[in-house]
């Protein structure tokens, strides 16, 4: 039996096993893929204190930091189920059961896809999911923004102030961002926002994103627009359907919820990252919140192991 289980090892689960293992409880560390969503990305440049890295070299930090400790790690693993109780049992998919009497999830999400010919070849080539991210790679030039929700519109607003020009296209035939963030991207020059905008294709030379196809889903003529980089925000998928039947409270969007200090609903079980309803989703957050967590956990095994 473990003190903490980590289910997870991305930058929130990572954190969380490093956190336990300096209490010196028994910790262990599950995962499918050790890196998580920091295994697909390219340039990181917000990590602070690393002014650049890269995500396979940051992920390689990661697990030597990890492993640095006494963690069992059990990678290439996936967990199925989760079954409360004093002592908490999580199922994987080839049947084994782990125990333990707490544990940090830190499953993580997985960004909407657009699902159209062009969108996986030119991932990381111009098409894009996070703003914050990559948006200063587009300095100077023409983008496109997928969505017309909050992370749409509020990404069409930010990329706005250093890209050329910002294209929003919204499937509906109305966007569903806050009406603040509206008034507020209509009112910025260099931004245009095209509804009943169905995106078709990612157009590319081979190497790189250099336009889009999309259809106007009134006239149902075709478009193209010319174009460096595509930001697809038609949402972000906690990855969490295998806690559907857990006890575990989840938003209607999936996300596990989550007290200050990392706490679900379920005793003994606590959350951290992009899975959660932590608002912002980046590493340095996932980090913090990974910490947090793990350092709730631990308080909760003090006070639930008192003689
Ligand atoms: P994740 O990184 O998603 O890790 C989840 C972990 O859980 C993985 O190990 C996964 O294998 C595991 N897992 C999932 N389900 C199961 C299961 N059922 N059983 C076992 N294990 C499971 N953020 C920045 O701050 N700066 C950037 O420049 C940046 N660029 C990005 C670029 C891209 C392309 C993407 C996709 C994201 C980017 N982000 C960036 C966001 C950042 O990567 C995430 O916020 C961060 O990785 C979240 O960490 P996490 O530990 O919560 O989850």
Redesign the pocket.
């Known amino acids: 039996t473990f003190d903490l289980l980590v ?8 954190s969380a096993a490093i956190y336990a293992a300096r209490k010196g409880i028994r910790t262990g560390l ?9 295994a ?8 602070i204190s690393v002014k650049h890295t890269e ?1 396979p070299k940051l992920v390689a930090s990661l697990e030597e930091h990890v492993r640095d400790y006494e963690v069992d790690i059990m990678a290439n ?4 189920q989760v079954r409360e109780g004093d002592t908490l049992e999580i199922t994987l998919e080839n049947g084994a059961v782990l125990k333990s009497k707490s544990l940090v999830l ?6 909407r896809e657009m699902n159209v010919p062009g969108e996986r070849e030119y ?2 080539k111009g098409v ?3 703003p ?3 948006g200063p790679l587009f300095k100077g030039k023409k983008v496109a923004v997928i969505g017309g929700g909050n992370s749409g519109i509020e990404a069409a607003i930010d990329l706005a102030n250093i890209v050329e020009h910002v294209t929003v296209l919204e499937f509906d035939s109305k966007l569903r961002a806050d009406d603040v963030l509206v008034r507020k991207a209509r009112s910025m020059a260099n931004i245009e926002i095209i509804l009943n905008a169905q995106t078709l294709q990612v157009n590319g030379d081979g190497s790189k994103v250099n336009g889009l196809t999309y259809k106007d889903r009134v006239s149902a003529e075709q478009h193209h627009i010319a174009l460096a980089g595509i930001f697809v925000q038609i949402g972000l998928v906690p ?1 969490t359907e ?1 806690l559907k039947d857990s006890g575990i409270e989840l938003t209607l969007r999936g996300e596990i919820v989550t007290a200050a200090n990392g706490e679900t609903s379920v005793k003994g079980v606590f959350a ?4 959660t309803t932590a608002p912002f ?6 980090m913090g ?2 910490a947090t967590a793990s350092l709730g956990a631990f308080d909760y095994l003090m006070r639930s192991s008192a003689p």
């Open positions: 289910v997870g090892a991305g930058p929130a689960g990572a599950l995962a499918d893929r050790f890196g998580g969503q920091v697909d990305t390219v340039g990181i440049e917000n990590f995500g693993q996936r967990a199925v830190a499953t993580g999400a997985r960004w991932r990381g894009a999911y996070c914050h991210c990559d990855n295998w951290a990252g992009d899975a989703k980046q590493i340095i957050i996932a919140s990974g």
